[in-house]
């Protein structure tokens, strides 16, 4: 199907089912219920879901085939939201535009960087883009967000190109070519593809579950499911053969007479457009560009995405944005009222111990459960957690085979 | 590559799921409602509390946190009903609000906007907040104020101080108890004349954003006009924790004042490189060589020790005051807690009241009869005298205290001493001086 293999169309067919159904997936538990907490399944975090899988995606593309770890990424992140902003505040409200300008601006980013940073490899390649990533968030941090029209002027650049800290969001008074400027009961107009609005949303009531089913998250999804679909065209392609060349034995590579940099270069654009889009639909979802975006924590959470989920895989990426939004929107909501709540049941002070040992792992402590997690991972599963799947797969057909059936020929289940 | 299999089962399977989707939307139910964002249906309601529980601003946060518990205690009817029978408005009854049981969740900003925007959002959409609150960085409040007019919710700012938050980035969702930046310069600026004289030359060193700018600004202008001379400004990311790359400079500038814009952890780790450099007992141009902190707070004062004696501020409100409302409020809050608010716990309480008691007057949680309740509503007892939430801006208007770190502070919570309640007929302006534009109330849908 769509020029795939039987296994991969597979795996693309179940990727879009849980994601066309992830307002389903993810509300498991009632409205009202103490297990209600953990439910998933409204729009900001599910479109965090697909616009982080989109982002971890891109970056797999040069990580996971070319062995190249970028620790800049974010940088094209930031430089789609940034763009997309412009485009709506300059030209219209409708996100495509919006998105084509931030994956060409974060391409042109990345063939800057990737020309200088190509140069080097291994440990320098990667602290030079770091210190690109940087770079780019000291300037729309500080540098870029300098009132750029005069002191006694309200003019569009009053907050510079970025808006610093604040971020850049839009005003009422954006000289916008196309559309109206402001909504007509006076407020800033939506992001919308031609009339529906990114943030409109309906609710299905069935018994005491509410499904929320927004615009936005079904946008975002179809273009994950385009991101997905291209980069496994990508992977199976002798593009990404020879991008997985490079990273077994570069040398190797020039000696046939190939010259690997422009394959590499190719990579690196590659997923900073990945990035950007990931970064253009960010800003189409909720209009605001910070520059926390670019910086380095961001950056390294996408390497974690990838090696969490599994480097190299198609669908490890995502699995791995998926675990990290989770942790960071699930968990660090839940604090101390919330346990004492769960263990009510228990004697007062075992349910105080109890909650005692908990406690540092929740709330704001959700960084220390990733971080085990993390680390458990790559001790136990360096394959992510694409590899756990993969071992309980096996360990499953290996009771269902007969004695005589030899595991060597068992087929890896899809990467 | 592959081939294409049509089966007829697979048709059949396919059709009828597509089908079963296209006609999925007929089911929906119109999202519910009285027409306005997560009007609350059951017999609770619930709120939002999104404060910096990690980052530079962590403490202030918690201190915030422990307010709201606080609040809600009160407005519940639990506890000993705090400044609610100090309030000129009598409509809270200690029922909840509309008689429906007050809950809350929180969220974490980490003073990014951001993060903060994502722990709003899951806010409205996951846990049906009705209002949000909180935050202690005008970054954060400028943020999380366009969100809320764009979710159509109500936003109580808690401790965000720049010009810009009722300002250039006026909202009309958004409502600010907290003083800013030019209230500040007005009723700093006088006092540091009587005290330092008229021809000082002042360095500034301005916290890398939003409020540093406005703050920055501010105090300039209203020195300048005073006479002083501004000898330099230099911006500091709001990430640095060692100043003193940014002292030596001082050294070598022929100012005699530096104005230190920080706040938080900011402040503290700035004002101890600045003391340990010297710069206290050094005598620059003939003259003793000054430090002022624009925006005072006791937990600053607390992480800076000894170093904040004499050294002047501005802050809005402080437990040490005498009126029945704060005392009140320090009451409560001492014994729940065991220590007294910070202005930051006053401010966050003080907005989750006047939020209760204008949906009680009301009679409605729809945001657009909530913010005609508290425009222009003039109140007292709360703790800064008689206060106007004027209607143009959605400001708050009172007396603004300037302070002093005390010499001889007589507990660790005793820390600084209020020179000077300025009125608030001198820090009160123009709103259309900033700019910016309100827009019109959104309920949402």
């Known amino acids: ?415 | 590559m592959s081939k294409t299999n049509l089966t007829r089962r697979g048709v059949l399977k396919t059709g009828a799921v597509a089908g079963a989707g296209l006609a999925l939307p007929t089911y929906l139910s119109a999202a519910g409602h009285e027409g306005f964002t997560n009007a609350p249906t059951g017999d609770t309601v619930t709120l939002g509390f999104n404060v910096p529980q990690t980052g530079p601003y962590a403490d202030e946060g918690a201190d915030e946190l422990r307010a709201y518990e606080l609040a809600v205690e009160h407005l519940n009817g639990g506890g000993d009903g705090g400044m609610l029978n100090t309030f000129s408005s009598k409509a809270l009854q200690g029922n909840g609000i509309l008689g429906k049981k007050v809950e809350y969740v929180t969220g974490d900003t980490q003073t990014k906007s951001d993060a903060a925007r994502a722990s709003a959002k899951s806010m409205i959409e996951k846990d049906g907040a009705v209002m949000i609150t909180g935050g202690s960085s005008s970054g954060v409040a400028v943020a999380v104020q366009a969100l809320c007019q764009e979710a159509g919710v109500i936003f109580m700012a808690g401790l965000t101080h720049s010009n810009d938050t009722t300002g250039k980035d006026k909202k009309a969702n958004g409502f600010r108890h907290f003083f800013n930046s030019y209230m500040t310069g007005a009723a700093l600026a006088p006092v540091l004349a009587n005290n330092y004289g008229t021809d000082r030359k002042a360095y500034h060193l301005t916290a890398d954003y939003n409020w540093g700018y406005t703050t920055e600004e501010a105090v300039r202008t209203s020195t300048e006009a005073l006479g002083w001379e501004t000898v330099g400004t230099v911006l500091t990311p709001l990430t640095q924790t060692d100043f003193s790359s940014y002292i030596t400079p001082v050294l070598q500038s022929d100012a005699d004042v530096l104005v230190l814009n920080h706040y938080g952890g900011n402040m503290v780790n700035s004002l101890t490189n600045a003391v340990q450099f010297g710069l206290r007992d050094r005598v620059a141009n003939g003259k003793n060589f000054e430090i002022v902190v624009p925006l005072y707070s006791r937990l600053m004062a607390k992480g800076a020790g000894a170093n904040v004696k004499g050294i002047f501020g501005s802050t809005n409100w402080h437990w040490s005051l005498q009126d029945e409302g704060s005392k009140a409020f320090v009451q409560s809050f001492g014994t729940k807690y065991g220590f007294p608010p910070s202005q930051a716990a006053h401010t966050c309480y003080v907005q989750a009241i006047l939020y209760a008691d204008a949906v009680e007057r009301a009679g409605s949680f729809n945001p657009c009869a909530v913010g005609e309740a508290l425009k222009d509503f003039e109140f007292d007892g709360m703790g800064n005298g008689p206060t106007l939430y004027r209607g143009e801006d959605h400001q708050c208007f009172k007396d603004v205290l300037v302070v002093k770190g005390k010499e001889n502070p007589t507990s660790e919570f005793d820390l600084l001493e209020i020179v000077e309640i300025t009125p608030v007929e001198q820090v009160t302006y123009d709103a259309s001086i900033f700019g910016g534009d309100l827009g019109s109330c959104n309920p949402g849908a």
Request: aromatic share 12%; net charge neutral; hydrophobic share 50%.
């Open chain 1, 1 to 415: 199907m769509f020029g795939l293999n039987k296994k991969d169309s597979t795996l693309l067919l179940i990727v879009a089912g849980l994601v066309l159904l992830a307002p389903f997936l993810l509300n498991p538990f009632p409205e009202g219920s103490a297990m209600a907490q953990f439910n998933a399944g409204y729009p900001d975090l599910m479109q965090r879901f697909v616009i982080f899988g989109i982002f971890a995606i891109g970056f797999n593309i040069l990580f996971g085939l070319t062995g190249y770890l970028s620790f800049g990424h974010a940088a094209f992140l930031g430089v789609g939201s940034y763009a997309a902003m412009w485009m709506f505040k300059l030209f219209g409200m409708n996100v495509l535009p919006a998105l084509a300008l931030s994956i060409l601006m974060s391409g042109l980013f990345a063939v800057v960087i990737g020309y200088v940073s190509l140069r080097r490899s291994g440990i320098y390649f990667s602290i030079l883009t770091l210190a690109f990533a940087m770079m780019s968030y000291a300037l729309a941090y500080s540098v870029l967000a300098a009132d750029m029209d005069g002191p006694d002027q309200q003019g569009l650049l009053q907050k510079g190109l970025t808006g610093g800290e604040t971020g850049l969001q839009l005003t009422l008074d954006d000289p916008r070519i196309l559309g109206q400027q402001t909504a007509g009961d006076g407020n800033l107009p939506v992001p919308s593809l031609f009339g529906l609005e990114m943030r409109s949303a309906s609710e299905l009531n069935v018994g005491d579950w509410v499904f929320t089913f927004s615009a936005g998250y079904y946008f975002s999804a179809i273009v994950m499911l385009l991101s997905f679909y291209l980069s496994i065209r990508i992977f199976r392609s002798p593009f990404g053969l020879v991008l997985r060349s490079i990273k077994s034995n570069q040398q190797r590579l020039s000696y046939t007479g190939m010259n690997p940099k422009p394959y590499m270069l190719a990579a690196f654009v590659i997923s900073g457009m990945y990035a950007g889009l990931a970064g253009g639909l960010m800003a189409a979802m909720d209009p605001l560009a910070g520059p926390e975006r670019m910086f380095w924590t961001a950056s390294g959470e996408v390497v974690l995405m990838t090696i969490l989920g599994g480097v190299g895989t198609l669908i490890g990426p995502v699995l791995g944005a998926g675990a990290i939004k989770y942790m960071e929107n699930i968990l660090s909501k839940i604090n101390s009222d919330i346990l004492h709540s769960w263990f009510a049941f228990l004697p007062d002070g075992l349910e105080d111990f109890v909650v005692t040992l908990i406690y540092p792992f929740i709330g704001k402590g959700w960084h220390l459960t990733l971080g085990i997690i993390f680390m458990l991972v790559v001790i136990f599963l360096p394959g992510g957690l694409v590899e756990g799947g993969q071992r309980i797969a096996r360990a499953m057909r290996r009771k269902k085979q007969t004695a005589s059936d030899d595991d060597t020929k068992a087929k890896q289940p899809a990467e």
